[in-house]
């Protein structure tokens, strides 16, 4: 019962060929007769570019490619042009030029996103074209559809995300087989989950980014990645995660962003959760987000959260709706993506229980001392366990009742100018 | 930075106003302003019906009402039809005399989009209109638009999930506390997750609804209810519980949808998981769908599968969709379900592991005779363990190597002829 309809193709040039821009080009080669039958779309690659020549021979697609994306962008007979270049370089001029040049545009470009998507979004929507990102957070897992369409008729209260699959990989070694960060980061490297430089993951820039696009997608509110408070893993030590562990609880690096009376509660950190929280068996470099609803209560979102399977679906499912828009003359109505101007509540006024983990000489009066610094603060203590001395230097683990940000913060300043620490104090929000 | 156009209003009426029904008018009184502002829509109620005008009175609707259905399919204002009854008698009727009419629908029947899913939504693509079915599978989970849109780029490989409620706290409770049937569901039944008649839930038809609606969009297949395999949870017994987690696995009613070479294997039946499987720690009344797709590999989604609030959540977020389109004067242009016809995989053919419970008598020569029956039978047996005999009767639990189902059957079939059982045997798949 297929239709027998005439189907007008759709041509799209492709600037990125890399692990994703490889996996995608895969994709439509494998599936074109598939989307043409089941989508009613004719997608026809026409035009590609990337640096390297030779992941164009490897694709077999040498008479579509040349080096300069400038020659896909100009190219008068694409309707669509996929960006998987990355970063907010050069990748960012093509963006624009894109849609200036009148081209619908599938990104996975979360820096982009994450810094200007509004007045990408702006640019597109004044000339009734779409920017389309699904692939820019959490990988396949539709996220950005969930809030754009199914998930409209809530009033989101919260989006609690592990976004960021080298961390979580770490983290999860870390607490599983007691490996120190340092090893945890090497075996990312080795298995290809965490580049040479890894600071954009260890260092929570990549979940920040992603976390700032949540935001404005869920609560329609303008943000951008340098408003979002972040704290990445790197302090972070084995002894932490088996310290949560005796809490009944794990460690993830989380962004969050909470609806709160005082604002949009936005961040990024390492955050202890209950072990029996749906996030917490999230591990190994998946993803999950979890989003709670004023109808619909608590759902997650799980999936892998990069690699070039994951990140092609996503962008293909971006292509294969709009290519359908313009296949069949329809413009998309509303891409609301940070048009209105909620506040932010400052990490400041926070507030959540905190663990703390003070490495201290082993000697006589530091528990007074430093317990007198959060009574100075009116921080009420919840425990305090003392771990046995290794070499001269013993951990004392805090815990407090929920305290505001601010407080903590004073508290931990007030005990680094009491001069009893051994060295760098550890501290980690707790989420109930 | 609101838009300043004229926004047309899309007027909307209701059949329907039990717990969902009343979810969703309160969702439309309390965020209409919401929608208006972030969503493009002004959804104005112009008209309900129920039975009981009692419902209309709690939510302030007795302007608007009517006890017969028909008023508000033939009210010539009404753009869209949200039905809510529920069941193939008279829920029928109202559908597809609401298409008849020109309305847009949209609903939560699983029970029609199971069993007339085609004839209704052909006879609305052949009048230009649309029916929209979110709410019809797993409460507020957006899966159906996972799988209508986000993952389209797909080539859909399983589908497994837990999409009964009821069933899901019943086997948690009795796994958690030892429970057996009939008290968990009368614990099930007192919280208000177990209908006074649970046949629906706790005998895998309702699972068997969802399934038969999530193949055929995953599979753009035509299926119906009755073409699912069905088996519910009324055998099951605490012991089987526990057996289950001796070998590191859990036991959940599963619906499935695998694409096989020998054609879909559908089926929806109590199965042993992996502890560690993403669906392993879904426990109380949540649902979870797990997704497997050539690109995106894993993926899963979770929430409250039933209640007020999810299954208002999918039906306002289809509805704003819908009024979307209508406002832009935009027809969705595709809607596949079930166009081409693949073949099913007979449930005989499937092969996979089993766990087997054989209530013997507590004699010598038992284990020899039911062994016998495997071997004629060609089964290969991976463990055999015998629990201590009560009251004259020994429990035999066998498990096997991957077998045919055929075979298995045929093993059934020869120990109940070989008169050894002391009752009835109980047989749960494993997936690995």
Redesign the interface.
Known sequence: ??QQIEIKPVKVGIIGLGTVGG?VVK?LQE?HD??LR???VDIQLIAAASSDPAEAERLGITDIFSTDGYNVINNPDVDIIIELVGGTGIAKEFIFAAVEAGKRVVTANKAIMATSGHELLALAGSKGLEVAF?ASVG????II??LR???????IESVMGIVNGTTNYMLTRMGESGLDYDTALKEAQDKGFAEANPSADVEGADAAAKIAILTTLAY?TEVILDQVPTEGITELSPVDLENAKAMGKVIKLLGIANRTPEGIDMRVHPTMLPADH?LA?VNGV?NAIFVV????????????GA?S??A??????D???VA??L??D??R??I?FG??DAPLKPLDDVVCGYYLRLPVPDKAGVVAATAQVFADNNVSIKSMVQDDAQDGTAQLIYVTHPTREKDIQATLAGIEAAGVLASAPVFIRIED
Chains 1, 2 share one sequence.
């Open positions: 019962m297929s996996g994709i599936h598939d989307f089941d989508q009613g699904e990988g396949g897992i539709p559809g969930a369409n199914s998930l409209i008729g809530n009033r329609n749906a068996s998946m609803g004023d109808a619909v209560g608590d759902t997650m979102f799980y999936g892998a690699g399977g994951p092609a679906s996503a962008v293909v499912g292509l294969i709706e359908q828009r296949t069949y329809i413009t109505p509303f609301r048009t209105e």
